[in-house]
């Protein structure tokens, strides 16, 4: 009973401490109506970056369309790759850490084919240690490592996408700045 209570209490100290400072859960702005309605154009389009981008866009409102759809903003995903790299050998010269690499480069055009979005390149690395005797784990950790790159990648993304703006002239990114 008195664990309960000092549960409660401490409980409720966080909760007012984090009010105190001002600490908020910070709210996802919307896309930009300009991306209301809008098309993923991808060498592979059932990939599993797709899917994850139609998801997230679906979720924060946007309606998906074809590419080379009328009215919709297009969305192209213009390369993704990934590669693993030596990091470090043991004294028997065997791998001991690995760094997994991603990359993405996307663009965005707007309804009537202006540049809404630049070329827009994200990066993103990890590196873990291998041990050959545990491979089965480290094979499946190196997948949950390339699921997680690549989902940053989309949020950064996503990121990106919620700062575009309604291009003012025909030159130039309508990237917010």
């Not at 908020?24 to 154009?41: F, G, N, T, W």
């Not at 850490?97 to 630049?118: F, I, Q």
């Amino acid at each position: 009973m008195i664990l309960r209570c000092a549960r409660t209490v401490l409980v409720v100290g966080l909760l007012l401490a984090g009010a105190a400072c001002g600490f908020a859960l910070k709210e996802r702005a919307p896309l930009p109506e300009v991306l209301a309605s809008i098309a993923i154009q991808a060498p592979d389009p059932s990939s599993p970056l797709v899917q994850d981008l139609e998801r997230e866009l679906l979720a924060a409102g946007a309606s998906l369309r074809l590419p080379n759809s009328v009215g919709a903003s297009t969305l192209k995903i213009e390369s993704e790759t990934g590669e693993r790299n030596v990091i470090s050998l043991d004294d028997r010269a065997k791998v001991g850490e690995y760094e997994l690499r991603y990359r993405v480069v996307y663009a965005v055009d707007g309804a009537n084919a202006e540049v809404l979005l630049r070329s827009t390149p994200v990066e993103l690395s990890r590196v873990y240690s291998f041990d050959e005797q545990q491979a089965i784990g480290a094979a499946q950790e190196e997948e949950i490592i390339r699921t997680e790159l690549r989902r940053d990648a989309v949020r950064m993304i996503m990121e990106h996408l919620r700062r575009v703006r309604e291009p003012r002239s025909s030159r130039g990114s309508a990237l917010a700045r």
